[in-house]
């Protein structure tokens, strides 16, 4: 699968309630990193890979082992921002990060 860059069209992410955030740090705590971002930092090939991860499996966690806690917020905001994912929670090198699937979500989310 080939990653294709969010459409520019569409560069909103999610708008999650408190409740829903609450909802998916409770799911996300369990979870291990399925990427790890390292001295080389970001690269095409990461920001597919955190592509198919989130097309697959909507909550990810994601470690940032880089630099300091300035460069690792640069960092989850850029991948959130191309891949239109929401930030549901970041504490130290670790961040969890919401994109809803629109053909087939997984994770039941309560509207209110």
Known sequence: ?????????????MQLTEKQKR????LGHRLRPVVRIGGKGLSENVL???A????????IKISVSVGDRALRD????QICSDTRA????????MALVFRRNPRKP????KLK
């Open 106 to 109: 997984r994770i039941p989310l």
């Open 74 to 77: 640069r960092l989850v905001e």
């Open 1 to 13: 699968m080939v990653y294709s860059p969010p459409s520019p069209t569409d560069t909103t992410a």
């Open 23 to 26: 909802h998916l740090r409770t």
């Open 52 to 59: 198919v991860q989130l097309d697959h499996h909507e909550l």
């Open 86 to 93: 929401t930030l549901i929670q970041r504490i130290g090198n």
């Open 48 to 50: 597919e890979e955190i």
